[in-house]
C-alpha cells in the first residue's frame, strides 16, 4: 500500500494504523531474537537509515509513489515499485533513490543511480522483507532536493527463516 | 556461486525520444550471510553488490544492492531511446566476478 504523504515525522506515529492491521489479520511471525540488530530499535533503525540517504537533512513527504502490496505472505520475495514525479531534465532530474528497511538487518536494501537519460524516475525489483514493517524510499535530485515516501507492508513468512 | 545466467529485455525497436522501460533479471541466490547449514555453520553472505547499465558505452543506470535484493535479481528501470546500438548490463559480486548481458535497439 502506499501511504499518502504527510509530514516527515509521522514516521514515529504510524504504529496505530499497523496495530489496527495486526488486530484483525492472523499473523504468523517468526521470532527474530537471534538475528543481529534484533535488539536494536527499529523507528530508530529507519529514521538513521533515512538520515543516511539524505546526509542528515529533513525529507519532504511529497512526490514518491513507493507500492508494495499491503501483504505479503512470502517475505523472500515482495515486488516493489518507486516512482518519483520528476521532469527529468538535465537540469532537474532525479540522481538518487534509496530504499531502506524499518526492520531488516540491513537497513538499506538498494540505492539507485539516474538521470536525466532515464526519461522517468521509475524503477521495480523485488525485496526481502524480515517482518511486518514500514519501508521508504528517498530520492535526491539534482537541484538538491530530498524527497521521501513509505509504504507498510504485513509479511506472513519472514524472510529471515532458513528456507532460503 | 557463479555468475551463470543474466538476461536483459528491451524492446527490439523503438521510436526516437520514447522511454523505454528496460527488464534485467541474474540468476543468483543473494546468500543474505544469515543462514546456518545443517551442521549450524554461517553460510557466508555472497551477493551482487553492483549493477550497472550503458547504452552505445554510456552509463545510464546504476545500482548498489544488499542482501536485501530478493535471489535472482529483477531490475526495471527506463530510458529514453537516443539512437541504434547496444544496452548492457553489467552485473558484479562482492568477489569482483561479472557476468553482462546485452540487448540490441533499432531506433525506427
Not at chain 1, 4 to 9: A, D, L
Not at chain 2, 1 to 27: D, N, Q, W
Request: aromatic share 4%; charged share 20%; net charge positive.
Amino acid at each position: 500500500m502506499t501511504i499518502s504523504h504527510g509530514e516527515p515525522t509521522m514516521l514515529a506515529a504510524t504504529l496505530s494504523r499497523r496495530g489496527v492491521i495486526s488486530g484483525g489479520v492472523a499473523i504468523t511471525l517468526v521470532p527474530f531474537a537471534s538475528w543481529p540488530g534484533a535488539a536494536q530499535s527499529e523507528a530508530g533503525q529507519l529514521t538513521d537509515a533515512i538520515s543516511r540517504a539524505t546526509g542528515g537533512r529533513t525529507p519532504l513527504a511529497a512526490g514518491v509513489k513507493l507500492d508494495l502490496p499491503e501483504l505479503a505472505e512470502n517475505g523472500f520475495s515482495v515486488p516493489l515499485n518507486v516512482t518519483i514525479d520528476s521532469p527529468m531534465t538535465e537540469r532537474d532530474h532525479v540522481r538518487f533513490i534509496t530504499i531502506v528497511s524499518e526492520k531488516n538487518p540491513a537497513p538499506q536494501i538498494a540505492r539507485f543511480t539516474l538521470g536525466p537519460r532515464a526519461g522517468r524516475a521509475a524503477v521495480r525489483t523485488h525485496v526481502r522483507l524480515a517482518d511486518t514493517q514500514r519501508i521508504a524510499a528517498v530520492a535526491e535530485t539534482s537541484t538538491g532536493r530530498f524527497l521521501i515516501g513509505v509504504a507498510d507492508v504485513v509479511v506472513t513468512i519472514s524472510a529471515c527463516t532458513n528456507g532460503g | 556461486m557463479a555468475l551463470t545466467s543474466a538476461r536483459i529485455v528491451t524492446p527490439a525497436t523503438a521510436r526516437m525520444g520514447e522511454i523505454i522501460e528496460i527488464k534485467t533479471l541474474a540468476r543468483h541466490p543473494m546468500e543474505t550471510g544469515y543462514r546456518r547449514d545443517d551442521r549450524g555453520r554461517q553460510i557466508a553472505r555472497d551477493i551482487i553488490g553492483t549493477f550497472r547499465v550503458t547504452y552505445n558505452a554510456v552509463e545510464i543506470f546504476q545500482a548498489d544492492l544488499s542482501q536485501g535484493i530478493a535471489a535472482n535479481p529483477f531490475i526495471a528501470f527506463t530510458t529514453v531511446a537516443m539512437e541504434t546500438g547496444d544496452i548492457i548490463a553489467t552485473w558484479t559480486d562482492l568477489a569482483g566476478r561479472e557476468i553482462s548481458a546485452k540487448a540490441r535497439i533499432t531506433i525506427t
